[in-house]
């Protein structure tokens, strides 16, 4: 028995108050530990205030800029990116960014915060921009400064509980940032995309990362202590409501494995972390003064997390966005109906034959109308400013003559969904034989790079499913190509195949349209609400969603006249080039920006936010 009067009393309690009375302890020691991690969060600000003079003239210095012989102080613009010498597309969202800034706000210093100039020098990163995308940097008004450590918002650093690990990570990347580097006058983080080497992506602009970066839990972080305007792109977002919905269905898949699948105890609790996750997330993005987000699926995610919890069920009638008929046949013009029709009965006895009879994305499928939607909201909102694509190279290749070819690019992770691909070229010569041999045989080329042993093993696993599907001879695997021979693919081939579930936006696919292959993508996210969607109220490419339907739709495409290809081609191509473009990326990132300008106290604009 404890000799202390007041633990005896305690002590002594029914158990039903020593719960309340241990609930009633827990909750004040968490104030107090709040009160004092405050306290400490303003103290460290004001020390890095402190010294942001001096720490800021040291980084003009190395670019060899004295303001005391400029007519007025330089302004800084931070982008948070720690990959940024990945060259992918979240990369090159940054470096267009970066490039639009340099011309027009030549007075700005760019500053990019990157764990890749610990191993990579400066020349280096700007030669491999100019090679890999095209875009000239001004090495006078940029800066690095290095995130030494980058291993903290890794994959492989956080086996269990990663979204958690990474988000936290972040948070002391941007303060071993801003403690090496100086606090920006604007900071732009780039959020999560679907993966890097254990994967990452957010802009100080901060941009977005399946293997998630929680890189928005560093928006709290520069508010708190830097008290500076934080602008935000995301590439998608690092939990989602779908990731939600698949825990709580209980169904195995890339972000819940199959051990908590089938576990109703490991589910709850998965769920819960889950929830709680999102609360701090949601927060976070609401720390961001301005969004941007790279597709109509993200944005609807995003703005659904940046209502407040009580909130979410509620749908704004201007969020409402009518349904639409989209029939996935390319009806080119009157004399082509029949064609049409007789491709329609094609698919459906195709399906007859394997068995899948009124199998979806079949005939009429009922799909979202393709729109960003920018009510007047009281919640804040994100826009979409779709990525830049190199449509201009892309587009002069020529759309005639083509090989019968179906290409498809991507890394060779699981969710790509190489495997559906596979699938359902075996089932397509199962319907219809003439295209495994002979003068109309099919060809299936995956192009796409390996980054590590956990990808050999995938393409090693691939081949040995190409195999036992008796189908390696028609297959062929590009991993690694150049440049130039990916290129020369992208002029030969005939159709463009993309397998991936709920991809948020689908550059490959803007390539495989620019270029002047026919597009069959998965009937979700970015492919269908934003890329292959109708222009001139006919139809760019098609859908499908599962290998059933991936097969019955190649064999709509096959069977079309050449007449009626080529005017499809012609119109994907228009749709690629005028809608996903630098130039109109550089359009409505300028829009975006001046609202942060204004934010920052630049040059007296009188713009509303």
């Keep these: 028995m404890p000799s202390h009067p007041l633990i005896r009393l305690i002590w002594s309690l029914p158990p039903h108050l020593k719960v309340l009375f241990a609930a009633v302890v827990l909750v004040a020691l968490a104030s107090l530990l709040s009160s004092l991690l405050l306290v400490a969060l303003a103290a460290y600000g004001a020390l890095l205030r402190s010294r942001n003079a001096e720490q800021r003239a040291k980084l003009l210095k190395g670019l060899g800029i004295d303001e005391k012989d400029a007519k007025g102080r330089r302004r800084t613009v931070g982008f948070f990116h720690p990959y940024c010498n990945a060259g992918g597309g979240g990369e090159r969202v940054l470096w267009a960014a970066v490039a639009c800034l340099q011309r027009e706000e030549p007075d700005f210093i760019c500053v990019v915060y990157t764990g890749d100039v610990v191993k990579t020098s400066k020349e280096d990163m700007i030669a491999k921009v100019q090679n890999r995308f095209g875009i000239a940097l001004n090495s006078g008004t940029l800066a690095f400064v290095p995130l030494r450590s980058r291993y903290l918002v890794e994959q492989s650093t956080w086996p269990r509980f990663t979204l958690l690990g990474q988000s936290l990570g972040s948070m002391y990347l941007a303060l071993q940032g801003l403690r090496e580097g100086c606090i920006p006058d604007i900071w732009i983080g780039e959020g999560p995309r679907r993966s890097l080497p254990s994967r990452g992506k957010a802009l100080t602009l901060l941009c977005g990362s399946a293997d998630t970066m929680g890189y928005a839990f560093a928006y709290p972080v520069i508010t708190t202590l830097c008290r500076v305007p934080v602008g935000s792109y995301t590439h998608y977002p690092t939990i989602s409501t779908d990731m939600l919905r698949r825990v709580q269905s209980r169904q195995a898949g890339h972000t819940n494995t199959s051990a908590v699948a089938k576990s109703a105890v490991l589910t709850h609790l998965k769920l819960f972390y889950y929830i709680i996750f999102a609360e701090l997330y949601s927060l976070s993005l609401r720390q961001a003064d301005v969004l941007m987000v790279n597709s109509t699926w993200t944005n609807r995610h995003i703005n659904h997390l940046l209502k407040p919890f009580g909130w979410r069920d509620d749908v704004d009638p201007e969020d409402e966005v009518g349904e639409q008929e989209n029939t996935a046949e390319p009806a080119v013009n009157d004399e082509s109906a029949e064609q049409l029709q007789a491709g329609v009965r094609r698919r459906r006895a195709f399906l007859d034959r394997i068995g899948q009879s009124g199998a979806e994305g079949v005939g009429k499928e009922k799909v979202k109308a393709p729109r960003t939607p920018t009510p007047k909201t009281r919640f804040r909102r994100a826009r979409t400013v779709y990525p830049p694509c190199d449509t201009v190279a892309l587009a002069a290749l020529p759309l005639e003559p083509r090989e019968n070819i179906i290409l498809t690019v ?35 080329i995956l192009a796409g790079s390996v980054r590590n042993e956990g990808d050999e093993e995938r393409v090693t696993k691939l081949r040995a499913l190409a195999k036992e599907l008796d189908i390696e001879d028609n297959v062929e695997f590009a991993v690694n190509v150049p440049f130039s021979e990916l290129i020369a693919l992208f002029g ?38 934003d890329i292959v969607v109708p222009y001139d109220d006919l139809p760019t490419g098609f859908h499908a969603t599962s290998p059933e339907t991936f097969a019955s739709q190649l064999v709509t495409i ?24 630098e130039a109109v990326f550089e359009e409505g990132w300028m829009r975006r920006w001046k609202e942060l300008r204004v934010l920052g106290k630049g040059d007296g604009d009188e713009e509303e936010r």
Excluded at 410 to 432: G, I, M, S, Y
Excluded at 558 to 581: G, Q
């Design 492 to 529: 030969k081939a005939s159709i463009g195949l993309h397998t991936m579930i709920d991809e948020h936006f689908g550059i490959t696919v803007v390539e495989f349209m620019a270029a002047g292959l026919i597009p069959l993508a998965h009937s979700s996210a970015g492919p269908l609400l």
């Design 558 to 581: 096959l069977a079309l006249e050449p007449e009626a290809k080529l005017a499809m081609r012609e119109r994907a191509r228009k749709n690629a080039t005028e809608r996903f473009s």
């Design 410 to 444: 991507a890394q060779f992770r699981p969710e790509k969904e190489h495997n559906v691909q596979l699938q359902a070229l075996r089932l397509l010569f199962d319907a219809e034989p003439k295209y495994r041999s002979g003068k109309e045989r099919i060809r299936l």
